[in-house]
């Protein structure tokens, strides 16, 4: 491969992990408050999480300092339980909200987290580097019809189709 297929090759991969145009991660992020358990409540769909209900997310620290992330859910159409196992990395400083993931070898897909309940992180919307991939999770598996709200309108504002959004079932545990 010539510089120049390695240039784009490079490219290709540092896109992926970008945010879209006009959405700023967060700042002031803290890794240690983030970690544990989270619900999804909304997503937009992707094949990786179709016809799932029951989803989480675990980040828990690696010894490198990565990330270990565990995505589970429940797989409606056949009645079971599926996992994910990968891990995350800082994109640039550690107190931004821009993580990379990877459940695929090398490849990996921006973890933007554009805003979050600072005060108690009881809240994170994400999206990746672009705008076909949106979720909303909570600490807990039922959040308030004013926080859904304040989801949807601001998603819609920054362009997301809030049309295809997917409330996933939650049940409290």
Known sequence: MGRVGIALLALLLT????APEGISPVTGFELPRYLGTWHEIARLDHSFERDMSEVTALYELNEDGSVKVTNRGYLDT???????VGKAKFVGAEDVGHLKVSFFGPFYGGYVIYELDHEGYEYAF????NRNYLWMLARNPMVSAELKDRFVRQANELGFDTEELIWVKQTIH
């Open 78 to 84: 056949r009645e079971e339980w599926k996992e994910a």
């Open 126 to 129: 994400v999206t990746s580097y």
């Open 15 to 18: 896109a992926c992990t970008g």
